[in-house]
Each structure stands twice: as C-alpha cells, then as structure tokens.
C-alpha cells in the first residue's frame, strides 16, 4: 500500500503536468514527452501497433477499447467473432500518431456541472428557469413551466452537429421532446414517440423521419446529428451507432433569410411551438461549426478510455465530463471470462478521472459502461 502510494504521488504529478486541463474536441494533448493521444497508437510488449479508441454496443451503450490494426485481418475478425467485440489491455509504451486532418471547431459545450455556463466562453449562459441540478447533470421537470436553452455564437444554419447526453424520464405526452431548434420556427427537432423511437423533424414538423431505433427509460444515451446542406445529407448517431443517414432533396431551413434568422440559433429542451417537453436529465450539449463526419463523431463524441505507460506502471484515465459511467475490467478475454467493476475510486487530476495500475495488479483489460 506505501509503495502503491508513492507511486500514486509520483506518476499523478506527471499526469497532471502531461495533460492540460482542457483538450481540443478531438481530446489531443501535446506534450514533451511526445504526442500523447487519446487515439495514438499503442505499441504492446509484442510490438504490435495498435490504434484504439472506445465505440457503443447499442442502447446498453458499453464502452470498450477497440483495435484497429497491427493484426492479420484474418486473425482480427475471428477474434471479433469469438468475443463480440475485440479489447486492449497492458500496454507497454507507445508511439506517436500522425495526423494532419483539420479539426473542426466547437463551437458551444455546456458541460451543467452545476450551473449553464458555455466551458469554451464562446456562447453566453444558457437561459435556465424552473429547474435543478443533479450529480452534475441538468434536471428537467415532469409538470409546470420551464425553460432550458442555448443560444449559439457563430452558429451557421448550412453546416453543424449537436450532440448531448440524455436520460429520459418518461416517453408519455407531453413528454416527447428531446431537443429542439428556434423557438420561432422550430428548424430541428429530436423527438420520441411512445414506444420510445427517435425522431427527427425538420422546419415545424414538414418534414420528418422515424428511425427505428428505440430508446430506453432511466438509462443515458447520446445522440449527435450532423447537418450539412451543400450535400443535402444528415448522419445520425444514437449510443455509438451510426443511424441509417438522411437525404434531403433541394432541402433550407425556412427560418434562414427572415427576421428570426440571428434569434432563432437556439437549442432548447422544451418546445415552443407544442409545449412539449424533454423530463429527465441531460448532460454535455455541445455544438460544432460544421458537419462532422461518421470517424470524427466517434473519435470526438465518444467517451474515451486511455492509457498511459511509464516505466512498469500503467495509468488508466477518462475525462471527467463523462458522467455516469463506471470502470470494468477482466484479466482475460479467453472465453468464458466477467467483467468485474472497478472497486477503486478514481482520482480527479484536472479534468480527468485516473486509475494507477501497477505491475502488482497483474495484466488487466478495462472499459467503461454506462448505468
């Protein structure tokens, strides 16, 4: 345990001078001792290079370290077939990963750790009225009048995602809107219906699709839609998994060119126009100044479980804006093999969550998963 300490000491100091306290929405962090990405490739003691990042098993919304490349195709998909899923473990260094593709700029993020103030100070403090805050979530009531919206600096009605975490309450009416765009024209729409499907409705309901996808009470989900009209496509992502996409046909928001254009780039969790309402709890709304693609909504929008090796010890660490997750882990993905909950707590270094793993613990594989 002392020398479990002094290790906790030693190697939380580097992390906290390693990473910065706030990453870039890719969640890269530049640093002296090389490019330490929360996408890097990973070298393994078998020197295999491995590019991981963590992807959604649907509704359940399980978090786990996927590989990439460094294995025969052939030997990769009959893993993948054996376990469902293909994980990372030990590491024992790492390499520096090249990238040279333009990030795209968020433009908003409201983390509601307590209050609704934009993270980026682009965006003034959302317009909260009637409603509370819960374990750093925003709390939205069932009955009487609320307001919860976000006005977006440098929005553009061609080309933008918004992404947020949610956790409803119920799907019953008036209980079935998620979020929405303008309070005048109400030029997006992410609603529910009573079985729980997601749907999107563009320009004050003229146009809507239903996916097929059904949504879960009191259980979190994450949803991003990104929007671009020069290409008159939207792609959708609910949990880590890509919905089928949506394509428009000579397709504008009728809101652009009118009076309502500027004081219309609101996103709000209660409908202005039918008085529906989202009841539960939400979580990181954030908007970007373009449309992202399917690859960069999983490496921006995910959560992400990385791992950082120094010398013989390995340090497990997310950040602290994912919330209600928890860390799992299992010594062997030889089947039949459990994942078991991570009974230590973490610590919080800056804006990240960190678990030391020394070489005491013996090889381990972690994820996380959401409750």
Same mark, same amino acid.
């Not at 306290?21 to 290079?49: E, H, I, M, V, Y």
């Not at 460094?70 to 054996?82: E, F, M, N, P, Y």
């Not at 809107?177 to 529910?192: A, H, K, Q, V």
């Not at 399917?294 to 994912?322: A, C, H, K």
């Given at each position: ?12 100091? !580097? ?70 899923? /293909? ?41 909260? /009225? ?194 209600? !997750? ?22 919080? /270094? ?14 381990? !594989? ?6």
């Amino acid at each position: 345990m002392v020398e479990e300490h002094q290790w906790w000491q030693r190697w939380l100091g !580097v992390l906290s001078r390693t990473l910065p306290a706030r990453p870039g929405p890719g969640g890269r962090r530049d640093s002296k001792r090389g490019n330490l990405k929360t996408n890097s490739f990973l070298t393994t003691s078998r020197d295999r290079k491995l590019n991981w990042n963590l992807k959604g098993t649907g509704p359940a919304a399980l978090q786990h370290c996927a590989m990439e490349t460094g294995i025969r195709r052939k030997r990769k998909a009959r893993l993948s077939r054996l376990l469902g899923f /293909v994980a990372v473990g030990f590491v024992a260094g790492f390499s520096q990963a090249l990238s040279h593709a333009a990030e795209p700029q968020l433009l908003a993020h409201f983390k509601l750790n307590g209050d609704g103030l934009d993270a980026l100070g682009n965006s003034p403090p959302m317009d909260l /009225v009637g409603v509370t805050f819960t374990n750093d979530t925003l709390a939205l009531p069932a009955t009487g009048n609320y307001s919860a919206a976000a006005r977006i600096s440098g929005f553009s009605y061609s080309s933008f995602t918004v992404a947020f975490d949610f956790r409803p309450g119920s799907f019953d009416d008036p209980h079935w809107n998620l979020l929405s765009g303008g309070p005048s024209y109400r030029w997006i729409g992410f609603e529910n219906d009573a079985a729980g499907h997601l749907i999107l409705r563009l320009n004050n309901s003229n146009f809507m699709y239903a996916f097929t996808n059904v949504l879960a009470l009191d259980q979190w989900h994450t949803l991003a839609c990104a929007v671009d009209l020069p290409s008159q496509s939207i792609l959708t992502v609910l949990d880590g998994e890509r919905l089928t996409d949506v394509v428009l046909q000579n397709f504008q928001f009728q809101v652009v060119g009118t009076a309502a254009e500027e004081s219309d780039k609101i996103f709000s969790f209660w409908n202005n126009g039918n008085a529906a309402r989202f009841y539960g709890q939400a979580d990181n709304l954030r908007v970007f100044n373009r449309a992202l693609t399917g690859p960069e909504l999983q490496t921006f929008l995910t959560p992400r479980l990385s791992m950082l090796s120094i010398g013989q010890n390995v340090l497990i660490y997310w950040s602290s804006d994912v919330t209600n !997750v928890v860390p799992e882990w299992t010594d062997s993905l030889m089947p039949p093999f459990r994942w078991r909950t991570e009974e230590r707590s973490p610590s919080l /270094v800056g804006e990240q969550r960190v678990l030391l793993d020394a070489p005491a613990i013996g090889t381990r !594989v972690y994820r996380l998963r959401r409750f």
